[in-house]
């Protein structure tokens, strides 16, 4: 492909000796001459060029002003360019190199040096694209893995959350649903994004720690004995156990088995912010502002921030959710309900974070109802 150079000068004559000149390259170069700085600018903006060959000295505006707009202007900057000085103008010289001048020559006009130099600098620039292009391939590649990676820990997270859901009979989207609503309440209180993010992935495990509950406390009919009541509410700590158990490590066995992709010595990051936050909500989603809650009967800010919000997330859809034993209440009900234990069982400042998001949060419970097979809407990224 032919490479396309621009040439500025102002001396019509200088312009003419070098059209001729260049005459002879015209099957891999394709010219184009401008005889002043301005013109010039307006054909780098309106073509692309490979190089450009530029005066410094013409009137009105100069060589160096030139080169300073187009280092200064994104799709002009990666474009060579070679500038064209007097053999006395030293200070010009270095302040062309330092504007970013890839050359210098001196006028006048070695021909066989010009075109030496345009070579050497087209090569430069090929080698440079060609850089530039395979980074930004490598960028999309990290990307996409990134993608693919939070897709597949997504997709791990909340099956498992509805693993315990299982247990309990209560099937469908309810743990998905209360990682969104929390994320929704997560945003207005301004909390960074990052602690969204993370709050989506580690809310839906809040009631991993049924898994451990006997199916004769989790699924009996009627109330439950004091006894029975506190192995239930162990849950927490169970759900805590099985998410952070320091004790319990993949790494020796994730070492072994990417062995070939690990440099020596180099293993795995030990701490995990997602499961960390989720250890947090399972341990004390049941922990109330007051202090009246469990396991810990921590109050007020003691409560760790992410499991004030999943508990406001987790009670509104339990409410407002259908259940084997009882039927859904009414949004209005629920409100109500929830609206007469701020202060005692939710943080008030997050109830109202909660009652400000509502109407997103109808739109979640809308795009999660429980017939939605929610995998597809996570993969199209709709819920998240
Ligand atoms: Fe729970
Ligand atoms: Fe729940």
């Given at each position: 492909m032919k490479k396309h150079i621009l040439i500025v000068d102002d001396d019509e004559g200088i312009l003419d000796s070098l059209r001729r000149a260049l005459h002879r390259c015209g099957d891999q170069w394709s010219l184009t001459f401008a005889?002043?700085?301005?013109?010039a600018w307006q054909q780098l903006l309106d073509a692309s060029y490979d190089a450009v060959v530029a005066d410094v000295r013409m009137p009105g505006l100069g060589g160096m002003e030139l080169l300073e707009r187009m280092q200064q202007t994104e799709r002009t900057r990666g474009v060579p360019v070679v500038m064209l000085t007097g053999d006395d103008d030293r200070e010009l010289k270095g302040q062309a190199l330092e504007l970013g001048a890839m050359d210098l020559l001196n006028k006048p006009v070695d021909l066989r040096e010009l075109i030496a130099r345009l070579r050497s600098v087209l090569r430069l620039k090929?080698?440079?694209?060609?850089?530039?292009?395979?980074?930004?391939?490598?960028?999309?590649?990290?990307?996409?893995?990134?993608?693919?990676?939070?897709?597949?820990?997504?997709?791990v997270v909340c099956r498992l959350g509805m693993a315990a859901e299982y247990r309990d009979e209560v099937t469908g989207n309810h743990v998905v649903r209360v990682g969104c609503y929390?994320?929704?309440?997560?945003?207005?209180?301004?909390?960074?994004?990052?602690?969204?993010?993370?709050?989506?992935?580690?809310?839906?495990?809040?009631?991993?720690?049924?898994?451990?509950?006997p199916d004769s406390i989790l699924l009996k009919d009627g109330p439950l004995s004091d006894a029975e009541w506190t192995i239930m509410q162990r849950h927490c700590e169970i759900g805590e156990r099985i998410i952070c158990d320091r004790s319990k490590t993949v790494a020796p066995?994730?070492?072994?088995?990417?062995?070939?992709?690990?440099?020596?010595?180099?293993?795995?990051?030990?701490?995990?912010p997602v499961l960390e936050m989720a250890a947090s909500i399972a341990l004390n989603h049941h922990e109330w502002w007051d202090g009246?809650?469990?396991?810990?009967?921590?109050?007020?800010?003691?409560?760790?921030l992410e499991a004030r919000i999943v508990a406001v997330a987790d009670v509104f859809d339990a409410l407002i959710s259908n259940r084997p034993y009882r039927p859904a209440?009414?949004?209005?009900?629920?409100?109500?309900?929830?609206?007469?234990?701020?202060?005692?069982?939710?943080?008030p400042q997050v109830h109202r974070a909660f009652?400000?998001?509502?109407?997103?949060?109808?739109?979640?419970?809308?795009?999660?109802?429980?017939?939605?097979?929610?995998?597809?809407?996570?993969a199209e990224g709709v819920a998240v």
């Open positions: 005889s002043g700085a301005e013109s090929d080698n440079l694209d060609g850089l530039r292009e395979a980074n930004d391939r490598l960028e999309k590649k990290v990307l996409r893995q990134d993608l693919d990676l939070a897709h597949s820990r997504m997709n929390s994320r929704a309440i997560a945003a207005q209180l301004g909390l960074s994004p990052a602690y969204q993010q993370m709050l989506l992935l580690a809310a839906p495990l809040h009631d991993i720690g049924k898994i451990g509950i066995l994730f070492v072994e088995w990417r062995a070939d992709e690990l440099a020596a010595g180099d293993g795995p990051d030990s701490s995990d009246s809650g469990y396991p810990r009967r921590l109050a007020g800010a003691q409560i760790p209440r009414s949004e209005e009900e629920t409100l109500l309900i929830m609206a007469g234990t701020v202060g005692t069982h939710f943080d009652t400000q998001s509502l109407a997103q949060i109808r739109d979640i419970r809308a795009k999660l109802a429980d017939e939605v097979d929610v995998f597809p809407v996570i």
